[in-house]
């Protein structure tokens, strides 16, 4: 069964940066799916981050609190997406998942992010 494989997470300082990763075995469909990253802090719904939507149409949406810090991207020969993630802050702590925006795959384990000095 297909289930996106997210990594790059870490601890990072307020401030920091890190590069997330997420390959999706999902065939030659991959090219055709909007896909998105979202978070999961503790004791918190999980909440949509990013969308990207698929290349023959690039477009990009970003929830209001990370505008302008993060950056999602694909790479359709390799099945991946990514997020670029600047200007670190503690409240972007959490677990990220990704998934196609309409959630066509099993969740993943997801990828820890921490955001503390």
């Known amino acids: 069964q297909v289930q996106p494989v997210e990594s790059g997470g870490g601890l990072v300082q307020p401030g920091g940066s890190l590069t997330l990763s997420c390959e999706v075995s999902?065939?030659?469909?991959?090219?055709?799916?909007?896909m998105s990253w979202w978070r999961q802090a503790p004791g918190k719904e999980r909440e949509l981050v990013a969308t990207?939507?698929?290349?023959?149409?690039?477009?990009?949406y970003y929830l209001e609190s990370v505008q302008g810090r993060f950056t999602i991207s694909r790479d359709d020969d390799k099945n991946t997406i990514y997020l670029q993630m600047n200007r670190l802050e503690p409240e972007d702590t959490g677990v990220y998942f990704c998934?196609?925006?309409?959630?066509?795959?099993?969740w993943g384990q997801g990828t820890q992010v921490t955001v503390s000095s």
């Open positions: 999902s065939g030659s469909s991959f090219k055709r799916t909007v």
């Open positions: 998934n196609a925006r309409d959630i066509l795959f099993p």
């Open positions: 990207i939507t698929s290349k023959a149409w690039i477009n990009t």
